[in-house]
Structures are given as structure tokens and as C-alpha cells.
């Protein structure tokens, strides 16, 4: 696994220059090179992974190796940040863009834990100062049968699981939002079923799948809040509920995990829900898809694709497997 390699210089020297500069203005941007971050961050050794604290190799271009970046039209960014489901903040597509910003996100920190070698915890500043960020563009397929197309700016999971170095027992991922119930207005709902906090879960190899990223930002900027700030998931082959946002632990283990959609109804939602438009949900089709903009007027309905879009990644994963039963 030479891919995933820690190297012993700093990224600095081993980073295409323009990749490095981007990097460093979108930690300033963040905040997150003003002096006490420094600080903060060169007195935090301690509470980093012992693998050491060089961040991992930038491996290819900026937009990852082939295929992994689609050149379709993007979504314009308004629509992104005001058409989302995060359910901690309402059901509606418009109550997270109004009350999202009542969620803290800083300071903030991802528990890492479970089958690891190295459990620990890691802090925002070790995340954006370890890991080299780069932008993906990916379609991303609501199960509600909506898609959009965002550049995400994130890095690939797989880097920051060998940091913490599963063992032979880790055959699954188990994912948790932050449950703030005092922020979360969709969480103090009456009429909400979930029970949080929301959870999602990848088999280990999905997981450590390069097209599987931990983004910190889109269109260049760090992470709305609507959107998942300051760290989500994205899973582009999967339906969108699997891209969990505002990831606060991560957990590895033996057993398949329990998942939030699939515990509200496993007839519906089930663990791998991986795009296929072959494999309708009980109460509507899956085979097309309304791509964002889309009005009444028009609808811009383009067909699904298997693994949307992904299938020569991806395939592999699910080779021999049943994807009508294993939906
Ligand atoms: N914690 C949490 N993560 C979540 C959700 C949610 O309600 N809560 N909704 C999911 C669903 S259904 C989709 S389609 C995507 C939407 O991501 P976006 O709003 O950034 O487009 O987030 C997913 N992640
Ligand atoms: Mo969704």
C-alpha cells in the first residue's frame, strides 16, 4: 500500500508548489495559521496519532487520478447551499440555509476509536495541517431522486484510517454526526423519528476507496454549515444519505454498524444503497433523476446511472454480489 506511505519530509517539498499555496490560503482563510493556532498546534504533538506528524503525500493532481473528477456543469452554489437535507435542523430543504449557523463548529475534534491500533482524537487544526486538501468535482444522488455536481475540497478517508492503523478485526466504518440538541432544532422536534444521533456506516474497503472523501469545504471555501461544516463525508457513488455531515467520531468494528435510514425502515433504505437505477425504492423509481437547477418548467431530468457514474471505480468493490438483495 505504498499509496497510503507517511514520508519522512514535509509536504512542503514534495508538493506541487500551486497545490501547497492553495492549501496554505485555504488554512488561512479558515483561520487556522493565525499565531495561537500555531501555537496550539506545535504544543499539541501529544494528542496526535504516533505515526508521526508529517502529513501524508499529495499523490497525483489536484483533481485526483482519472475519472475522479467530473467536468459536467457544477451546480451553481446557491442552490447548494439552499436546497439541503440535514434533518438535525428540519425536514424542509430550506431549514438547514436559516438555522444551521446555530451549530458551533469551533473548536472541534473527530474521535477515532474502535479496531484501530492508535485510537485517539484529532482536532480541526491537525486535520488541516496534516492531510493535503484537494478538489474533487462529483455528481452527488439524493435518494429522493435530485443530483448536483460540487467541487468539493477534502482528502481521501483512507489517509487519516492507516494514521490510526485498523486491525485485522476491522471489516466496517462507523460514522456520527454531532447531537447538540440546544443547536439542533430538528432534534428537539416532536414530529422527528430519528433517533439520534445520526448515524452512517461503510464496509471497510468502500471506505478506504480513494473516491471516498472527508471534505472540509466546497467551491474553493470552507464547508457551509448547511452543508456539513466543518467536516463531512462524501460517498459519490452512493445515495446522498451515506455522505454524513459534521462528523464528530469515528468508529471501527467487526460487525456491519447500525445506520440512521436503515434503522427508520430497512424495507426502504438499505446499508450499501448504492446508486443503481435498476433497483427502484418501494414508493418511486430510481431510473432518472432531476439535476439541480430544476424548476417545474424545467425539470433538466437526465437518466441514473449505475454507481452513478462511478461503475469503472467502483465495480469491483461488489463483485459476485447480489445488488437487488444487497441494495
Ligand atoms: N448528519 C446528517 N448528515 C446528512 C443528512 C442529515 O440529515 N444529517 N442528510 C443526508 C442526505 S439525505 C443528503 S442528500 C446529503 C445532502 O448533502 P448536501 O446538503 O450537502 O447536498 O447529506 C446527507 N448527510
Ligand atoms: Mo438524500
Known amino acids: 500500500m505504498a499509496q497510503f506511505r507517511v514520508p519522512p519530509i514535509p509536504s512542503s517539498e514534495i508538493t506541487p508548489e500551486s497545490v501547497y499555496l492553495r492549501r496554505r490560503q485555504f488554512m488561512q482563510a479558515a483561520g487556522l495559521l493565525a499565531a495561537p493556532a ?71 475534534s473527530i474521535a477515532v476509536e474502535g479496531e484501530v491500533a492508535r485510537p485517539g482524537k484529532l482536532t480541526m487544526e491537525d486535520v488541516l495541517s496534516r492531510y493535503d486538501l484537494e478538489e474533487r468535482v462529483y455528481r452527488l444522488r439524493c435518494v429522493e431522486a435530485w443530483s448536483m455536481v460540487v467541487p468539493w475540497v477534502g482528502f481521501p478517508l483512507a489517509a487519516l484510517l492507516k494514521n490510526f492503523e485498523p486491525t485485522s478485526k476491522a471489516r466496517y466504518v462507523a460514522f456520527e454526526t454531532l447531537y447538540r440538541r440546544d443547536e439542533m432544532r430538528g432534534t428537539r422536534s416532536f414530529t422527528s423519528t430519528i433517533d439520534w444521533p445520526y448515524r452512517e456506516g461503510l464496509r471497510l474497503d468502500e471506505a478506504m476507496h480513494p473516491l471516498t472523501l472527508l ?113
Not at 475522479?68 to 430550506?94: L, W
Request: proline residues 8%.
Open 215 to 327: 471534505a472540509v469545504g466546497m467551491y474553493g471555501k470552507t464547508m457551509p454549515n448547511q452543508n456539513g461544516a466543518p467536516i463531512r463525508l462524501v460517498v459519490p457513488w452512493k445515495y446522498g444519505f451515506k455522505s454524513i455531515k459534521s462528523v464528530v467520531r469515528i468508529r471501527l468494528t467487526e460487525k456491519q454498524p447500525a445506520t440512521t435510514w436503515q434503522d427508520l425502515n430497512a424495507r426502504e433504505y438499505g446499508f450499501y444503497s448504492n446508486v443503481n437505477p435498476d433497483v427502484d425504492h418501494p414508493r418511486w423509481s430510481q431510473k432518472y433523476e432531476r439535476r439541480l437547477p430544476s424548476s417545474l418548467l424545467r425539470p433538466n431530468r437526465i437518466p441514473t446511472r449505475l454507481f452513478n457514474g462511478y461503475e469503472d471505480q467502483v465495480a469491483g468493490l461488489y463483485k459476485g454480489m447480489d445488488l437487488k438483495k444487497y441494495f
Open 38 to 108: 500555531l501555537a496550539g498546534l506545535a504544543s499539541d504533538v501529544n494528542a496526535r496519532p504516533a505515526t508521526g506528524g508529517s502529513p501524508l503525500e499529495f499523490r497525483d493532481a489536484a483533481s485526483g487520478p482519472a475519472g475522479f473528477t467530473t467536468d459536467e456543469a457544477r451546480t451553481p452554489r446557491q442552490d447548494v447551499t439552499s436546497y439541503c437535507n440535514f434533518y438535525e435542523f428540519g425536514s424542509g430543504k430550506d431549514d438547514p440555509a436559516k438555522y444551521a449557523h446555530e451549530m458551533s463548529v469551533d473548536p472541534w
